[in-house]
């Protein structure tokens, strides 16, 4: 394929993964500004309000940015793993296998969809905290990075749970499992320096705080963690889940024999 | 030439030990019609499969217009549409849009694919539906669309598994006919059937595979001169109340209406007549019992099974 074949070919996965979450957008992108708008009600609203400052901000100022991400972390994943497992489920992946389309650009494709749902939800959950706390901006550049990296992070997560997944069964155990309680215990709501030292110790070894402190700062000036340290570790881990999920990919993974 | 699909010793083994294919050759000209047959289970599937990249070899090697795929798979795919066996056609996906993605996976812009889309949903009486998502469909028009699925990029080699199972009868003449078409026009096709006298009807060249073995491959006329016999049944006019004996001719009588003979294909079928007339036996009518190909494909994989057992029984 020549370089222009192969952009077309990586636009037509990227717009058939746009219109797939956007023409479902009552399952894909109303459920989430639901769900984050009853965490700035409750949370940030009604408890936060009996809550003192923290790291001298409001506490709903300060759990936006990880609420924001919150969203964004689990609509990458949830947009890769449900489209790419149920290609695979319907065999209509084949129709891609069987194309001369390489790997790395069907890689590609996916995980444009799956960061482009993960930023219009957390645009839209941006929107919707404009009501409830204002919204500070100390570094944008650091803000977009982050969100747009670990969205990738997250995506390449969903594609390989997507290709090892043998039933809808699988696809539900991650995200339970892992994910939600790495994202709760990743300092979404709290900072590290409020718990006891062993926790904090044991907080390091959580990739998701790092992702939101590094948010967190974009937004507020403000982190547990080092920035560059925060970057590293992403893009460490961009880097591992790309080599894993195009090795799944080339050898057909649960898709050849 | 160039062949369109040259396969040298292709072996598949499964890992659960089952050895699919055991050392294929096969050569497919381009421009050809090519009947690929085989009982369930022969190794058609995974032959197609790995022409495919759907499913991995073992070893051997596959051509498709001269590029290896061990090569480039990506260029030999670049030649193949691909009608698969089982449906795998995204339900909630319109038409159209199906269309228009699989020609952008083989860098085809959206212009020129909707318009060869256009050209193929109406070829295919489907034009009408195109906005219309796949569960919405019948089993013939799911058929329809695999197909225009496989021609949209244009390719040199379609490759059709079983392309009619479970389709009627009026569709599966006109699927007959649009496939003659494109082959007229060049594309070099291979189909794999159940149906023997649509290969009989569509093919020029055939090979029969057994086992993970090649049986046969051959042209179809070539083929079909092998028959040493032939089966026909006949109505007769009036009823007959006792056979009477025939000399050059094997005959049952089913009833007193109908007649089964086989025709030795050395003696012919006037002899036939000339005998039927010396007993003032009036025949309404003729037909064959089965299928030309369809003997012949049942004898070739019977001997097949024999010699096959035959060696097993040696080596034991």
Redesign the interface.
């Known amino acids: 394929?020549?370089r222009?074949?192969?952009l077309?070919?990586y636009?037509?996965?990227c717009?058939?993964e746009f219109?797939r979450f956007v023409r479902i957008w009552v399952q894909t992108i109303l459920p989430p500004v639901i769900t984050t708008s009853l965490y700035f009600i409750i949370f940030g609203g009604l408890i936060g309000s009996q809550i003192h400052d923290m790291e001298g901000f409001r506490y709903m100022d300060f759990i936006v940015p990880g609420l924001i991400l919150m969203a964004v972390i689990t609509n990458s994943y949830a947009n890769v793993v449900s489209s790419f497992y149920?290609?695979k489920f319907?065999?209509?992946v084949?129709?891609?296998?069987?194309?001369?389309?390489?790997s790395w650009v069907v890689l590609s494709g996916f995980i444009t969809g799956g960061v482009a749902r993960g930023l219009v939800v957390g645009l839209a959950v941006t929107v919707v905290s404009l009501f409830f706390s204002h919204l500070h901006i100390y570094n944008a550049w650091v803000s977009v990075s982050v969100v747009v990296l670990t969205s990738t992070l997250f995506s390449l997560g969903g594609f390989i749970n997507s290709v090892l997944a043998r039933n809808f069964d699988d696809i539900t155990i991650v995200p339970t499992f892992v994910l939600t309680p790495l994202t709760y215990l990743g300092g979404v709501f709290y900072s590290i320096q409020m718990l006891p030292a062993f926790w904090q110790r044991m907080s390091l070894a959580n990739p998701i705080l790092y992702m939101i402190n590094a948010f967190r700062y974009g937004f507020l000036g403000v982190t547990d963690i080092n920035l560059y340290l925060s970057y590293g570790i992403i893009l460490c881990f961009i880097a591992v889940l790309a080599a894993i999920s195009l090795y799944l990919l080339e050898r057909?993974y649960g898709?050849?024999? | 030439m160039t062949a369109a699909l040259s396969i040298r010793n292709l072996i598949k083994n499964y890992q659960s030990g089952y050895m699919a294919l055991k050392g294929i050759d096969l050569e497919v000209q381009p421009g050809d019609f090519f009947a690929l047959l085989g009982p369930n289970g022969a190794g058609k599937s995974t032959t197609i499969g790995i022409v495919t990249s759907l499913v991995t070899k073992t070893s051997g090697k596959v051509l498709v217009f001269g590029q290896d795929i061990d090569k480039d798979f990506s260029r030999a795919k670049s030649f193949i549409g691909l009608v698969p066996q089982e449906m795998n056609l995204n339900i909630f996906e319109p038409l159209l849009q199906i269309l228009v993605n699989q020609a952008g996976y083989y860098g085809i812009p959206r212009s020129r694919a909707l318009e060869r889309a256009e050209y193929l949903l109406g070829r295919l009486g489907l034009w009408e539906r195109r906005d219309d998502a796949v569960r919405t469909l019948s089993g013939g028009m799911k058929r329809r669309m695999m197909i225009a699925r496989a021609l949209i990029h244009d390719p040199k080699l379609v490759i059709l598994d079983e392309p009619t199972a479970g389709v009627d009868i009026e569709i599966r003449h006109s699927m007959w006919e649009f496939l003659r078409d494109i082959n007229a026009a060049g594309t070099t096709i291979i189909l794999t059937t159940h149906y023997l006298e649509e290969a009989e009807s569509l093919c020029r060249h055939i090979a029969i595979i057994d086992n993970g073995v090649l049986v046969e491959n051959t042209t179809m006329k070539k083929l079909l001169a092998k028959m040493r016999t032939e089966t026909f049944v006949l109505d007769l006019r009036t009823p007959l109340a006792q056979l009477p004996q025939f000399h050059d001719h094997e005959v049952r009588m089913l009833d007193d209406h109908t007649l089964e003979v086989e025709v030795v294909r050395d003696v012919g079928i006037s002899r036939l007549f000339a005998e039927l007339s010396s007993h003032n036996i009036d025949v309404l009518s003729m037909r064959n019992k089965t299928n030309r190909l369809e003997q012949l494909f049942m004898r070739l994989v019977e001997d097949n099974r024999r010699q096959q057992d035959a060696v097993r029984r040696k080596q034991a």
Do not use: D, F, H
């Open positions: 394929m020549t222009n074949q192969m077309v070919a636009m037509t996965i717009r058939k219109i149920s290609a319907q065999r209509s084949e129709e891609i296998l069987v194309s001369p389309t390489p057909g898709m050849r024999t």
